[in-house]
């Protein structure tokens, strides 16, 4: 997928410099953080270039133009740490006392108008999270492994999902050749028939929970029965892993598997993402995959770090979750919520 704007290098150094005036931390007070870098816009500091872009993407969404965006040569902390993989959050925060990168994904979703989503028995709660290889996850089916994903949402089986992620690349390897993968939700849907389609708007499936929420949650199991199709073409679905109930006609299983054949069928977009890079692309109305197309470093592929964030497709949509606030922290849910 082609990078929809990249950054000079002077552009980059101005806007890092914006950003490195925030001074709150991220991990000790997400609201101040968050209100520090909203303060950027209200003082008329952020480049004019970046709030150009950023409002194009916005309205990219809005009116269904594109989903998935990349924007290169992004703003970076000038150290980047090496995490050790035994516990990389830990490590992390121990090591980790710049907070550029975050200030960088707090400001997009702030211009692009989609309230940040946290998960509270999840990495603390925090807002921006690490998507690298866990030891202990070592090729399981989970974003925290070293493993291919299949393609999911994130989070399929929770009841509040985000609407869109941003993946910031902080350390990826030149010699490694690993993608993320993105079909359209609309690509998807043209590919089944009207039929299949009412099918799947129905209440027949279920998702069997990821390992990190099942560590993380022991009474986390099994989602509540779902549709896998919802609102115009929005699909949740973990490939390999959603399923019928025991319970479902026998046309469910037949739609489940004709939404299979579509995933093979429909044109899909890959992105390569680089050090610097940020990919964003819709959760929900989209799927995407992880692909390692070529490994020539298996160590160096293996502490591939990419900050992450989860967004709301907008402020109603955050609004609408507001019961399920932990701790008063808008945008903060519980795990088995």
Same mark, same amino acid.
């Given at each position: 997928?082609?990078?929809?704007?990249?950054?000079?290098?002077?552009?980059?150094?101005?806007?890092?410099?914006?950003?490195?005036?925030?001074?709150?931390?991220?991990?000790?007070?997400?609201?101040? &953080?968050?209100?520090?870098?909203?303060?950027l816009i209200d003082r008329g500091e952020v480049p004019a270039f970046f709030t150009e872009v950023c409002e194009r993407i916005r309205l990219d969404?809005?009116?269904?133009?594109?989903v998935a965006h990349v924007l290169r040569n992004c703003p970076l902390d000038r150290e980047i740490p090496e995490l050790d993989l035994d516990d990389?959050?830990?490590?992390?925060?121990?090591k980790k006392t710049t907070f550029v990168s975050e200030a960088f994904l707090a400001l997009f979703g702030h211009l692009v108008r989609t309230p940040?989503?946290?998960?509270?028995?999840?990495?603390?709660?925090?807002? &921006?999270?690490?998507?690298?290889?866990?030891?202990?996850?070592?090729?399981?089916?989970?974003?925290?492994?070293?493993?291919?994903?299949?393609?999911?949402?994130?989070?399929?089986?929770?009841?509040?999902?985000?609407?869109?992620?941003?993946?910031?690349?902080?350390?990826?390897?030149?010699?490694?050749?690993?993608?993320?993968?993105?079909?359209?939700?609309?690509?998807?849907?043209?590919?089944?028939?009207?039929?299949?389609?009412?099918?799947?708007?129905?209440?027949?499936?279920?998702?069997?929970?990821?390992?990190?929420?099942?560590?993380?949650?022991?009474?986390?199991?099994?989602?509540?029965?779902?549709?896998?199709?919802?609102?115009?073409?929005?699909?949740?679905?973990?490939?390999?892993?959603?399923?019928?109930?025991?319970?479902?006609?026998?046309?469910?299983?037949?739609?489940?598997?004709?939404?299979?054949?579509?995933?093979?069928?429909?044109?899909?977009?890959?992105?390569?993402?680089?050090?610097?890079?940020?990919?964003?692309?819709?959760?929900?109305?989209?799927?995407?995959?992880?692909?390692?197309?070529?490994?020539?470093?298996?160590?160096?592929?293996?502490?591939?770090?990419?900050?992450?964030?989860?967004?709301?497709?907008?402020?109603?949509?955050?609004?609408?979750?507001?019961?399920?606030?932990?701790?008063?922290?808008?945008?903060?849910?519980?795990?088995?919520?």
């Amino acid at each position: 997928m082609q990078p929809l704007y990249t950054m000079t290098d002077a552009e980059r150094e101005e806007l890092f410099e914006v950003l490195a005036t925030v001074d709150k931390q991220p991990y000790r007070d997400y609201l101040a &953080f968050s209100a520090a870098v909203h303060d950027l816009i209200d003082r008329g500091e952020v480049p004019a270039f970046f709030t150009e872009v950023c409002e194009r993407i916005r309205l990219d969404r809005e009116s269904g133009t594109a989903v998935a965006h990349v924007l290169r040569n992004c703003p970076l902390d000038r150290e980047i740490p090496e995490l050790d993989l035994d516990d990389p959050i830990a490590d992390k925060h121990a090591k980790k006392t710049t907070f550029v990168s975050e200030a960088f994904l707090a400001l997009f979703g702030h211009l692009v108008r989609t309230p940040l989503l946290s998960y509270g028995t999840r990495f603390n709660g925090d807002f &921006f999270v690490d998507v690298i290889a866990i030891n202990r996850y070592s090729g399981l089916q989970t974003g925290f492994s070293d493993s291919e994903l299949v393609f999911h949402n994130d989070r399929t089986a929770h009841p509040v999902r985000a609407d869109y992620i941003s993946l910031l690349g902080m350390r990826c390897p030149d010699r490694d050749y690993i993608y993320t993968g993105f079909v359209d939700g609309r690509k998807l849907l043209a590919n089944l028939t009207p039929e299949q389609q009412d099918v799947l708007r129905q209440p027949y499936f279920v998702t069997p929970y990821d390992v990190l929420s099942r560590d993380n949650n022991g009474d986390l199991s099994v989602s509540d029965v779902h549709a896998v199709l919802e609102n115009e073409h929005s699909f949740r679905y973990l490939d390999t892993t959603t399923t019928v109930t025991p319970d479902a006609p026998p046309q469910a299983i037949v739609a489940l598997l004709a939404l299979k054949n579509a995933l093979v069928r429909a044109d899909k977009t890959r992105h390569r993402i680089l050090t610097g890079d940020l990919f964003t692309f819709a959760n929900q109305d989209g799927l995407h995959s992880r692909d390692k197309m070529e490994i020539n470093d298996p160590e160096a592929a293996r502490r591939r770090w990419l900050l992450k964030s989860y967004a709301f497709r907008d402020q109603a949509a955050s609004d609408r979750h507001a019961d399920r606030w932990i701790d008063g922290v808008p945008g903060r849910v519980g795990d088995g919520t």
